[in-house]
């Protein structure tokens, strides 16, 4: 167990609408990370936020966007979706802005039908 | 720009038999690079790391070395169980906040 959890852990959802997936970092970890993961394109970063605000951007689409609360927990919010949203969300965390180790959450599975 | 290449798999091994997954990697600069190990139904673990050249990972048996002449970072165990059936993600950060990860490969031990 990393100490990051993940909520929900699967999420059926139809074309055109909006979700939100939430992550709550590790006891003491300032940093979150949010990465993507499907079968055609693996693991992408999307987004990492430390302590409140974003600090870098990776592939994340317009319609996607993320926020930190001041407790540290995370939602990504997807809206908009399209079948090729269905994938594998990852939240993962790290104490620093810029850490050389991650832990991840278990994933949120999203399927868009 | 970065970027990391893995061997295909799947790779299926008998128990005890020696593991290789070939990882190489692309990018400016010294990188720190990674292997992680995600177990069915389950998030991405750190399985080991290093940070500079000629630097050897190791953890639970599995070891890797930082090549920087040939930009890669293979990994290695002697003698695998079946307990190590997973899939391996290598991966290489530059700043500390953005990683980029292999594609992974999925390795099955049977009896």
């Known amino acids: 167990d990393s100490g990051v959890t993940q909520t929900p852990k699967h999420l059926i959802t139809a074309t055109g609408q909006r979700v939100t997936l939430r992550c709550s970092p590790r006891s003491g970890d300032l940093s979150v990370y949010w990465y993507q993961q499907s079968l055609d394109q693996g693991l992408q970063f999307l987004i990492q936020?430390?302590?409140?605000?974003?600090?870098a951007k990776g592939n994340i689409l317009e319609r996607f966007s993320a926020q930190q609360f001041p407790d540290l927990h995370s939602e990504l919010n997807l809206s908009s979706l399209e079948l090729g949203d269905s994938a594998l969300y990852f939240c993962?965390?790290?104490?620093?802005?810029?850490?050389?180790?991650?832990?991840f959450g278990p994933g949120t599975r999203l399927t868009v039908l | 720009g970065n970027s990391v290449t893995q061997m295909e798999g799947p790779v299926t091994l008998s128990e005890e038999a020696f593991l290789t997954i070939n990882c190489t990697y692309t990018?400016?600069?010294?990188?720190?690079l990674f292997w992680y190990v995600q177990y069915p139904g389950e998030g991405l673990q750190l399985l080991l790391k290093a940070t500079k050249a000629d630097d050897k990972g190791s953890n639970k048996g599995f070891e890797a070395t930082y090549r920087k002449e040939t930009t890669s970072f293979h990994l290695e165990k002697g003698s695998v169980q079946v307990s190590d059936s997973a899939v391996y993600f290598c991966a290489l950060s530059k700043t500390g906040n953005q990683f980029y990860f292999g594609t992974g490969t999925s390795l099955t031990v049977i009896p």
């Open positions: 990018a400016t600069g010294y990188p720190s």
């Open positions: 993962a965390s790290s104490l620093l802005a810029e850490a050389d180790t991650q832990y």
């Open positions: 936020y430390y302590n409140g605000e974003e600090r």
